[in-house]
């Protein structure tokens, strides 16, 4: 009776150690953790992406389409679809290296991870002949206070894949901000609406071209944020209510700074500070320019 005993207990004692080695074995895994639920991620965004040790901080949005677009001080830009809030996410990655960071350059891959919150998500990439590294973004606040309607002429900057001045005349309202005015570059006119998303300081973007020059025609289309900081310090970081857009085209993407009324770009506004990290982490130096 008593050898049966013993031989029943090293029986359950074997089931049980087997089981855990097969329950550790389960957590390892190179995708998202496997998890259930989604998570309200619509809003700005701020984080970092690391690789070999070296990190670049960008700010962004993500809108409730799931697309997520940001940029760092270089106006390099990166953009993660779809991003929709579920706990666990397997999404395509773009990158577009600025003019300031010796581009254009672009690349693609894969960014997989976890939204652990409302507020917060993490998770790894890579771009597909580049390199791989991790991330790690949490939701914040760039305007104090609710989104204000601004009007008058304001000087502007897009800067990225094309680097170019403009002059607008805002008007609408604090949820539909309008625009029209003319760029410098190619003498084009152009137009367009920061349509808000809600109450989340997301708008939906769109930006027109049209003239008598042939290259003045096109729409495109983006994302974009009121701040209360002067990001590019086109203006001394002086005060005021700074409006953003991300514009992502395979004609070049790039972001727009508008100034508040009354100020004016500064001549450094064509090259943003520049920074090589952009390339070390995405290992765009080893891919086709």
Do not use: K
Not at 2 to 18: D, G, T
Not at 143 to 158: I, K, R, Y
Request: aromatic share 8%; net charge negative; with cysteine.
């Amino acid at each position: 009776m008593i050898r049966h005993c013993a031989l029943f207990l090293s029986l359950v004692s074997m089931v049980l150690f087997a089981s855990l080695i097969i329950s550790c074995g389960g957590s390892s895994h190179s995708g998202p953790t496997p998890c259930t639920g989604a998570f309200n991620v619509v809003g700005d965004w701020q984080g970092s992406v690391t690789s070999g040790g070296t990190s670049v901080d960008f700010l962004g949005t993500i809108d409730t389409a799931g697309n997520a677009v940001f940029f760092d001080p270089a106006a390099d830009i990166v953009t993660v679809s779809p991003l929709t809030g579920a706990c666990s996410f397997s999404s395509t990655e773009t990158v577009y290296e600025s003019i300031a960071d010796g581009g254009p350059a672009t690349g693609s891959g894969t960014a997989s991870g976890n939204v652990t919150s409302d507020t917060a998500l993490s998770g790894s990439e890579s771009i597909s002949g580049g390199n791989s590294g991790t991330f790690s973004f949490s939701s914040y606040s760039p305007l104090t206070g609710s989104v204000t309607a601004l009007s008058g002429l304001v000087s502007a900057v897009a800067q990225g894949q094309i680097s170019d001045s403009l002059i607008l005349t805002l008007g609408g309202t604090s949820s539909s901000i309008t625009f029209t005015g003319t760029e410098a570059a190619n003498g084009c006119t152009v137009s367009g609406t920061f349509t808000e998303e809600g109450t989340n300081n997301v708008f939906d973007v769109t930006y027109n071209y049209s003239g008598t020059n042939p290259v003045c025609t096109g729409s495109l289309t983006g994302s974009g944020f009121e701040s209360n900081s002067d990001l590019f310090t086109l203006n001394n970081n002086g005060s005021g209510t700074y409006l953003y857009a991300v514009i992502t085209s395979s004609s070049g993407s790039f972001v727009v700074e508008i100034l508040p009324s009354g100020a004016d770009a500064l001549r450094q506004a064509h090259t943003p500070r520049m920074s090589t990290s952009f390339s070390q982490v995405f290992g765009l130096n080893r891919l086709q320019r």
